[in-house]
């Protein structure tokens, strides 16, 4: 059996200058980010509260994206063409690069997005991950394969207290820290913003570029809002298929709890519902193990819509950890555990709802639940199977 749970990331960041005289502070500029390969990729070590704690300003201006809004895209196989010859190399802005860049059909946040392999000699084809034919429409080349802001000038991992925190409505969680950049001697103009988890040279995880340029004087510092928002999926009780081989897995299944990495009101990384991370919804499980359980009482209620409580440990007889999740040789944001074996000798016991959590002293604590259609009964003796469990990032790109 295969379990998948996906989660969808943006950010948003808000520069104030602020007097250093007077302290008042007037708002200078505001944009919405790029998530990189590297944050997708990175979600098993920083979790969601870890993968913004320091930021740093740039004077860059290359663009997170290249597009035309005319008709002058279309693929045939594996290949993109433009009617403009030599388009994608003469669009190309400074610092960036095509390949392992994002090509994007059409406008809005629909259309099909595709990795592109190569480009050639002219400029005018390029060479991508999966093959289709579509007619002359317009596109955009976003660049997700970026690590650092182009050019790093300062970086904080200061917080303004009491400025800092996370709010839970539904299936979307709201997480931000407000950073504080000290005075400088001389004055510098900020065009481009990055967040990540480390403070060493360029390095970031997102980057926000496009805003007007935001000169910061002698006589003012500048202080950055970031907004982390995520979008959970599934965001209700949704029906499942039966994907099982000799036992029956359809049924309903819901994401109980949000068991994740947050922020506190002085922006530090903590577990939401305190302690260490119990197996949530990021993949950084803070050194405990993911595990599942047959669940043998028909009493789980699956929740309508995901807490912002933690969902109590249930009592388990079967139970089991999974590997480590990991991104090693997957698509972009998809984490996976090994195919897990297990085996267990069973007395006949009648199966009513898998478990999935953080391995509290052996029973798992309910951040996902599937309740099963039609429940199983175990052998009397041995039962011997393997699972799987899957964790999906993904961004949002919406094309001009």
């Known amino acids: ?21 007077t302290g008042e502070r007037r708002l200078a500029a505001e944009g919405s980010n790029l998530a990189l390969d590297v944050l997708l990729n990175g979600m098993n070590s920083t979790g969601y509260g870890g993968c913004f704690t320091w930021l740093k300003v740039g004077g860059g201006s290359s663009p997170n994206f290249i597009n035309s809004t005319s008709a002058i895209f279309s693929q045939s196989g594996h290949q993109i063409t433009s009617s403009v010859t030599g388009w994608f190399t003469a669009n190309l802005p400074a610092g960036q690069s095509l390949v ?12 099909v ?11 005018t084809v390029i060479t991508v991950t999966s093959s289709a034919t579509v007619a002359a429409t317009s596109g955009a080349v976003w660049f ?40 400088q001697g001389s004055s510098y103009t900020v065009n481009e913003v990055g967040y990540g988890n480390s403070g060493t040279g360029g390095n970031v995880l997102g980057r926000i570029t496009g805003f007007a340029s935001v000169v910061v004087p002698t006589t003012e ?40 990495t947050t922020v506190d009101m002085n922006g530090n990384t903590v577990n939401q519902f305190g302690g260490s991370n119990v197996g949530g919804l990021d993949a950084n499980l803070g050194g405990t193990s993911l595990a599942m359980a047959f669940h043998l009482a028909n009493d789980i209620t699956l929740n309508s819509s995901i807490s912002s409580t933690s969902m109590p440990i249930v009592s388990e007889t079967y139970a089991f950890d999974f590997g480590a999740l990991s991104n090693t040789g997957n698509p972009t944001g998809v984490f996976l555990t090994p195919v897990t074996p297990y085996t267990f000798t069973t ?26 259609t039609n429940p199983q009964t175990l052998p009397s003796g041995t039962f011997s199977g393997n699972a799987q469990f899957r964790l999906e990032f993904n961004r949002v790109l919406t094309n001009p």
């Open 1 to 21: 059996m295969k379990i998948s749970v996906k989660s969808s990331i943006r950010a948003r960041a808000k520069l104030f200058l602020q007097s250093v005289e």
């Open 100 to 111: 392992n860049s994002i090509f994007k059909f059409g406008s809005g946040s629909g259309g």
């Open 113 to 123: 997005e595709q990795m592109i392999n190569s480009v050639d000699g002219t400029g």
């Open 144 to 183: 997700v394969n970026q690590t650092t802001l182009q050019t790093p000038l300062f970086a904080s991992n200061t917080y303004q207290a009491g400025s800092n925190g996370r709010a839970f409505a539904g299936n979307v969680a709201t997480m931000f820290r407000t950073f504080v950049f000290g005075v």
């Open 221 to 260: 510092f500048l202080v950055v809002e970031l907004q982390l928002t995520i979008t959970q999926t599934p965001a209700t009780i949704t029906a499942v298929s039966n994907i099982g081989v000799n036992f029956d897995t359809s049924g309903n299944y819901a994401v109980q709890s949000w068991g994740c």
């Open 347 to 372: 007395a006949g016991e009648t199966v009513h709802a898998l478990i999935f959590g953080g391995d509290g002293g052996g029973n798992p604590y309910q951040c996902f639940a599937l309740v099963l």
